[in-house]
């Protein structure tokens, strides 16, 4: 456990240091670097009171010992010259060991200042060396701070999960245990860590015989190809107390060096993106790809003995992405040795990366005793998802961590091998139920078939794909999808067919509101009418018009409703769900596909790689509650009442507009005399993040709310800031003249925005004004492609200034109209909360 001061003096070196060194990395070498210079001289300082000689500073290194840099009345350049020509000779030291060399290999001071120097060695003394834990979790505090090195797809691996994988996966005295990816060896040290602590005796005593420790110490191998990263590590195991530890600069998929080498028990957590262009690797991979994840995937499935068992974290593409690379990995882990996948939260790499992540439990003995995949997911870590990952009370990981032990040990033991029911009585399996409970006191495991992974060869190893997530006890059969109506795919064409007018009309993704559920006829695609589109594909009366693929996977599965039959024919993204009359109500079988749960149940299922992909197949599968027609009518009717109300609430939120009527009397003057204006700035899409790293980054209209704007990007790199009270107009695109006001104390705004900080009136007088003078700020709109206005358009537009209490007096008034207008938005939720009770009924007890 890292005790307070220890963490303390790590802070205070880093704080003094940042100046200097601003990049966390290479803060954490220098730290490195001096504690391992200062250990050196205590392990050589124990060793004469103990009677014995010095080994690490002796000969002509005697005058660079800690003691000597360290003495009073050193100047501060001395000491500097001494310290740096000491750490950059270390190398040359033939009383060091190998390890310490390494460690010293190519180690320099990157600044010039020596009060800084001397202000860091001071804190660097207060440290003292022994093998104690508490100095090993300082090291490991230490590396922490280079979260933010998210390059290449590398991001630390939070040691609870490391701990949580190494506990499942049970690394013995015996295994050889590799990490081919081992950045700063966690799971290396948490496996040490574990083998320990299962050889002790009732009092706690070590059981291990030294050459049971030797023979541990020398299994422990790594492999990473960056240097840093290798001397980190060798000094993270150091201080962990491997004396002797095995890591070696390696490049696991482009070198054939070790390639004949086998591990027992493989553990890692490696890189998630490729260079540009991909990885060049030898052909000795049975998967051929240019993908990083996927040949590090392929390297470890390979290199376990006939028994192994591995442990490895590997993103969302390697679970279902569609390249045949990617299916053939899958293919291969399903035949040889995949046992289980168990499915992490999106926000475990959080603030510095939002990728959502799985775990691959293989074992090669226990694959071959079973006929199925055991799928396992954690709803939390124990901290919240969050950019600053606080702790929290909620945490699964220990229950599932006993649920996968428990279906483990039943494999072993042969009960579950060709069991079709639940695999353990801690889990629910799926069998023969058309539902599991997804969140259950029972736990939330699921078992499936391989032979139904394997279906139309697409292997995958989402859970969620064999997963339906709602628990019901309906009174009405639940009748899938595909027994009741048929989907129609949209026509295809190419850009070449597009015309700007008069052309057919191709309805799309954006002509549906995916708040509203209705048709949206305001930008419809217009293409050559000498395509000949079969009738078929046109939208009909009772159609239900559906988002089938989308670059984002938020508008797959929204739905509208056509009243009648139209000309518009639907894109090839889009599709139209034909409901069989006799069997369903059109309009009962539309707010079926409204409802929260069918999303849900498309999102954790839908495949593809940049383009999400919504299949017959997979929407013929869903089931919904079937009632005779006549309930399904009644349903209906009571719905479609609530439904007025909303839409009349929409109307009203739709139409309102704050409008100051403006007395010929008042005075006229320009925006530019009644404030400051700023121009925002573009940032490059690799400087701003979507996990909360650095402040608010608002990009256009996009970003506005009512009436506040909504940060959903963040920045390191911010350009404009824009303040808490100010009013951001948009000043180019397609949002031209919307305006919004910022709450947030301080967020960068792009070029698409300018920030107005008004000082001479109220401000949400003039935010007022601005919103009515919305026509006259798109008529100035310049650019044919882009519309957009200049710096000195802003600053020119007319704004009507009567005296400071009228201002207040017409404010008053618009916030009283404007709470009528929110109480509007309160009625359309309660009534949604009526429709979705409506629905809810004739499903039963839904608790999901």
């Known amino acids: 456990m890292l005790d307070a001061e220890t963490k303390r003096r790590i802070d205070t070196a880093r704080d003094i240091l940042v100046g200097k060194v601003p990049d966390p990395k290479s803060q954490v070498e220098q730290i490195t670097f001096a504690l391992i210079y200062k250990f050196m001289d205590d392990i050589d300082a124990i060793s004469e009171e103990l009677g014995g000689e010095r080994d690490y500073f002796t000969g002509e290194f005697t005058r660079y010992s800690w003691a000597r840099l360290m003495q009073p009345g050193l100047g501060g350049h001395e000491m500097f010259n001494t310290y740096d020509e000491a750490i950059r000779r270390m190398p040359e030291n033939g009383g060091l060991p190998p390890l310490f060399r390494d460690i010293f290999s190519n180690a320099y001071l990157p600044y010039r200042d020596p009060e800084t120097l001397r202000a860091f060695l001071k804190v660097i003394d207060g440290f003292t060396y022994d093998h104690s834990e508490r100095l090993g979790d300082a090291f490991e505090y230490l590396l922490s701070v280079m979260d933010s090195q998210g390059d290449a797809g590398q991001f630390r691996t939070p040691r609870h999960i490391i701990d949580f994988i190494v506990s499942i996966v049970d690394p013995k005295k015996d295994d050889v245990i590799l990490d081919p990816a081992c950045g700063t060896a966690g799971f290396l040290i948490s496996s040490y860590k574990h083998i320990l602590a299962a050889n002790t005796d009732a009092d706690g005593n070590s059981t291990l015989t030294p050459d049971e420790r030797k023979r541990l110490a020398r299994n422990l ?378 999303n849900s149940f498309l999102r954790e299922q839908i495949s593809g790689a940049n383009i999400n992909n919504l299949s017959a197949k997979l929407l013929y599968r869903f089931r919904i509650p079937l009632p005779p027609l006549g309930v399904q009518k009644e349903i209906v009717a009571e719905i479609e009442e609530y439904q007025k109300v909303i839409d009349g609430a929409r109307a009203v939120i739709k139409n309102y507009r704050p409008r100051i009527h403006v007395d010929p009397e008042w005075p006229m003057v320009e925006l530019g005399e009644l404030c400051t204006l700023s121009s925002g700035q573009h940032i490059n899409k690799e400087d701003y993040n979507t996990n909360g790293n650095g402040i608010g980054y608002l990009t256009g209209p996009a970003d506005f709310g009512e009436p506040y704007a909504i940060v959903s990007k963040w920045t390191t790199r911010p350009k404009t800031i824009a303040k808490r009270g100010d009013i951001l107009i948009t000043v180019k695109g397609s949002g031209l003249g919307k305006v919004n006001l910022l709450r947030e104390e301080n967020v960068a705004i792009s070029r698409q925005l300018m920030a107005v900080r008004v000082h001479d009136a109220v401000p949400e007088f003039v935010y007022s004004s601005l919103i009515q003078m919305y026509d006259h700020i798109q008529d100035l709109g310049s650019g044919a492609a882009i519309p957009g206005i200049t710096r000195e358009d802003v600053l020119r537009l007319p704004i009507p200034l009567p005296n400071s209490e009228v201002q207040h007096s017409i404010i008053t008034e618009i916030e009283a109209e404007q709470a009528l207008v929110h109480a509007n938005r309160e009625l359309i939720e309660r009534f949604e909360k009526k429709i979705q009770d409506a629905i809810a009924r004739v499903w039963g007890d839904v608790r999901g």
Request: hydrophobic share 35%; aromatic share 10%.
């Open 221 to 598: 191998l790594g492999y990473d190809i960056s240097p840093d990263m290798v001397r980190l590590s060798l000094v993270n195991m150091y201080l962990h107390g491997l004396v002797d530890p095995h890591i070696y600069e390696y490049d696991t998929l482009t070198s054939e060096e070790r390639w004949n080498e086998f591990a027992d028990v493989i553990l890692a957590n490696p890189p998630f993106m490729s260079p540009k262009g991909g990885i060049r690797p030898h052909n000795r991979f049975s998967v051929q790809s240019r993908r990083s994840e996927v040949l590090f995937v392929d390297y470890m499935a390979e290199h376990l003995n006939a028994g192994g068992r591995a442990g490895i974290i590997v993103p969302e593409g390697i679970i279902f992405q569609s390249q045949n690379a990617h299916k053939q990995l899958r293919k291969k882990l399903l035949e040889e040795s995949l046992v289980a996948v168990v499915s992490l939260p999106a926000g475990v790499f959080n603030p510095y990366s939002g990728v959502k992540t799985s775990i691959l439990l293989l074992d090669k003995a226990l694959a071959r005793r079973t006929d199925r995949i055991a799928f396992f997911k954690v709803e939390s870590d124990g901290f919240d998802l969050g950019a600053q990952r606080r702790p929290i009370e909620q945490n699964d990981l220990l229950r599932v961590r006993r649920e996968i032990i428990a279906y483990l040990q039943l494999l072993r033991e042969g009960d579950a091998a060709d069991s079709t029911q639940p695999a353990s009585a801690s889990f629910v399996a799926e069998s023969r139920a058309e539902y599991v409970t997804e969140d259950s006191r029972q736990g939330n495991g699921l078992t499936i078939e391989k032979e139904r992974v394997a279906e139309n060869e697409e292997y995958s190893l989402s859970g969620e794909r064999y997963r339906e997530t709602q628990f019901f006890s309906s009174e009405y059969h639940m009748t899938q999808l595909g027994d009741i109506c048929n989907l129609v795919r949209g026509v295809t064409y190419r850009k070449s067919d597009e015309v700007g007018e008069r052309g057919l009309q191709v309805l799309r993704a954006n002509n549906i509101d995916k708040d509203a559920h209705t048709l949206d006829l305001s930008e419809i695609k217009h293409v050559s009418r000498s395509l000949d589109f079969p009738d078929t594909k046109k939208l009909l009366k009772n159609d239900i018009l559906i988002c089938l693929a989308s670059g984002s996977k938020v508008h797959i599965g929204k739905v509208a409703l056509s009243l009648d039959d139209t000309e518009f024919y639907f894109g090839g993204f889009m599709g139209a769900v034909r409901a069989n009359s006799s069997l369903v109500y059109p309009h009962y079988l539309y707010y079926q596909l409204r409802r929260a749960q069918f």
